[in-house]
């Protein structure tokens, strides 16, 4: 028997651009091929629009006058959130909730025996000090609660798993370790050249977002020697609008892109720097592989997952820009790698497909439905 899963999340895909989002989009299509029994709930705590994609949605909001501080609102939101969803459980029964991040877990704290939950954040404990605050001590003690207490923890990378041992809890549920998927099929094989013959050189990402340390490829690429720089086109991808100073600079700020105009980016797109500080899996970096793109990008981070020793560059400028110049310097070679699709095949392997991915979390779902069984009613 399949258990019905009730898979819980903050961030919509058709209302958020978020990498949850991408990850949330995919997974749910894949349930829906293979007419998987789940259902989605979202808790929307953002006043976003509706989504379309969710079967139940739930404003999330107090309903009681305690809201003096920052733990008693929290405590607040998530009872008057929990009330709002007690009619969905008697309705739908599921015998698994899926919580996809901390956010939405305390409304169910009764119910985490047979809550699957798997974290994505990047920010993990506070290792970083943008975590070093009130809110962020507040995750901080919801991650707590969820890896020690939930039925089944995933998590998708090593880093992840070590970054939670350092940072929140040593003493937390085994998790299941298994990487992200995406279906090959959505990145192009075949690139596009640039029509000056340049070399395009991308960012994908949210350049505000300290841990991914956008600045590092903004200085390694601005203090390139001219000779190599008039040879770069620099682009950068995101939700944000990047500020005139930049396009000065002769970067290209791009829009946030999704589907065909994606799969076009990376199609142009001859290498990837991706510099994070922390990364639980780096989703990116596997798309730059697996679209021909050389990449460029942190190591001991989530990236190592799917990336070959030869990628991984220190995120600090001298060490990504001899990278880069190393590649302009024979341009010749990254043409005939990228023909012979060198990149994409150090990727091709069933693991990291999305079919592979869905398969693990449906394994872990009825090891988990198992589990509850056993336990005395």
């Known amino acids: 028997m399949q258990p019905r899963v009730l898979i819980v999340t903050t961030e ?26 789940f259902k989605v709930l979202y808790l929307n705590n953002q006043k976003t629009p509706p989504s379309q994609l969710a079967d139940y949605e739930i404003a ?11 733990e008693s609102l929290s405590l607040n939101v998530a009872w008057s959130t929990s009330q709002k969803i007690q009619p969905i459980l008697n309705e739908f029964k599921p015998d698994i909730i899926s919580v996809h991040e901390n956010s939405p877990l ?8 047979r809550v699957q939950f798997t974290l994505h954040s990047s920010y993990i404990g506070m290792q970083h000090y943008l975590t070093r605050t009130q809110k962020g001590m507040q995750h901080y003690w919801e991650q707590r609660i969820a890896v020690r207490q939930s039925g089944a923890v995933v998590l998708h ?6 970054s939670i041992i350092q940072h929140v809890s040593a003493d937390i549920v085994p ?4 990487p992200i998927g995406v ?64 396009e000065k600079e002769g970067f290209k700020g791009l829009t946030f892109v999704q589907g065909e105009e994606k799969r076009r980016a990376l199609a142009e797109t001859d290498i990837v720097v991706f510099p994070s500080m922390q990364e639980s899996y780096g989703i990116v970096g596997l798309e730059a592989l697996l679209s021909n793109c050389a990449l460029i990008a942190t190591p001991g981070l989530g990236m190592d997952s799917y990336m070959q020793p030869e990628y991984a560059c220190e ?3 001298t060490a990504i820009q001899g990278r880069i110049i190393a590649y302009l310097s024979d341009v010749e070679q990254l043409r005939k790698d ?20 869905t398969e693990s979390y449906i394994e872990v779902w009825q090891e988990l439905l198992k589990k509850l069984q056993k336990e005395p009613q």
């Open 338 to 357: 990228q023909k012979a699709q060198l990149f994409r095949n150090s990727v091709n392997r069933p693991e990291f497909t999305l079919g592979k991915m």
């Open 60 to 70: 999330v909001e107090p309903a009681l006058p305690f809201d003096s501080s920052l």
């Open 175 to 178: 998790p299941h370790i298994f």
């Open 315 to 317: 995120p600090t400028v």
């Open 157 to 162: 990378s090593d880093w992840a798993h070590r």
């Open 106 to 113: 305390l409304p169910f704290f009764f119910e985490l025996n």
């Open 12 to 37: 919509a895909p058709d209302v958020l651009f978020s990498g949850l989002g991408f990850f949330n989009e995919h997974f749910w299509a894949e349930l829906k091929r293979r007419n998987y029994p």
């Open 183 to 246: 279906n090959f099929a959505d990145y192009p094989a075949d690139k596009i050249a640039h029509p000056e013959g340049k070399v395009v050189i991308s960012f994908f990402g949210r350049f505000t977002d300290i841990v991914k340390n956008f600045q590092i490829f903004r200085d390694a690429i601005n203090t390139l020697p001219p000779a190599y720089r008039q040879r770069v086109e620099a682009r950068v991808y995101g939700p944000e609008k990047i500020p005139d100073y930049m």
